[in-house]
Nanobody, 123 residues
Framework: VQLQASGGGLVQSGGSLNLSCAAS????????MGWFRQAPGKGREFVAS????????DYVASVKGRFFASRDNAKNTVYLQMDSLKPEDTAVYYC?????????????????WGQGTLVTVSS
């Protein structure tokens, strides 16, 4: 599976961005999709995940109520709507896929990674 993330950019604090991740290749398997982020000088952090059917989502506590994951399986695309952005959300955001129905927060358990898209939130 190949993942192509897009939608990052520069936004002011309180603003919004919508990230997209298009999957190609063997997309017939059951994957849970997710987003991780890596801020400068820090490790890669789990942000959100969504099951194949889109009926279950999970978020890190710091983004709950502000970020919303969704997916369109007909387009093999997942989205991350990010609202009320804060400077501490500044990071490179990576799309991730894992075979199965659960996305553990440990990035070492991710099966496929996208290339990352930079989100910068100014204060």
């Amino acid at each position: 599976v190949q993942l192509q993330a897009s939608g990052g950019g520069l936004v002011q604090s309180g603003g919004s961005l919508n990230l997209s991740c298009a999957a190609s290749g063997r997309t017939d398997s059951s994957y849970v999709m997710g987003w991780f982020r890596q801020a400068p000088g820090k490790g890669r952090e789990f942000v959100a995940s969504i099951t194949r059917g889109g009926d279950n989502t999970d978020y890190v506590a710091s983004v709950k109520g502000r970020f919303f994951a969704s997916r369109d399986n007909a387009k093999n695309t997942v989205y991350l709507q990010m609202d009320s952005l804060k400077p501490e959300d500044t990071a490179v955001y990576y799309c991730a896929a894992r075979i199965g129905i659960v996305m553990p927060p440990d990035p070492r358990q991710v099966d496929f990674w996208g290339q990352g898209t930079l989100v910068t939130v100014s204060s």
